[in-house]
């Protein structure tokens, strides 16, 4: 089975590192990435995915990365599923990094 994916885009916010109870870094960076097409006003659309970092990628993103640089993003599809008091399950999807390229630091459109 496959479980890969690849993203470029833009950073949105800088990721606030973290250290577990074991010291192992971690952070979550926000990339906003275009959409492949134009839509109905002739825009191009925004998807901001959620990207999980770890251990010297979630370092190496922190020493380099500004807001607005382009990165590229390699990595897996985590599915989360949570159930709420009211019996309903949600389920959403994370990006684990499994390398980050740095394509820029220009933060400029």
């Avoid at 833009?10 to 979550?28: D, F, L």
């Avoid at 839509?39 to 990628?57: C, K, P, Y």
């Avoid at 993103?61 to 949570?82: E, K, Y």
Wanted: glycine share 8%.
């Amino acid at each position: 089975m496959l479980n890969q994916c690849v993203l470029v885009g833009k950073v949105k916010e800088m990721p606030v590192i973290k250290k577990t109870a074991n010291g192992i870094a971690n952070a979550t960076l926000l990339l906003d990435v275009e959409r492949g097409f134009r839509n109905a006003n002739g825009e191009v659309d925004i998807d901001t995915f959620s990207i999980t970092l770890w251990r010297g990628v979630a370092e190496e993103c922190m020493s380099i990365c500004t807001p607005g640089s382009l990165i590229g993003v390699r990595g897996r599809l985590q599915a989360n599923v949570h159930s709420a008091n009211n019996d309903v399950t949600y389920y959403n999807a994370e990006v684990i990094a499994e390398k980050v390229s740095f394509l820029s630091r220009d933060s400029k459109d």
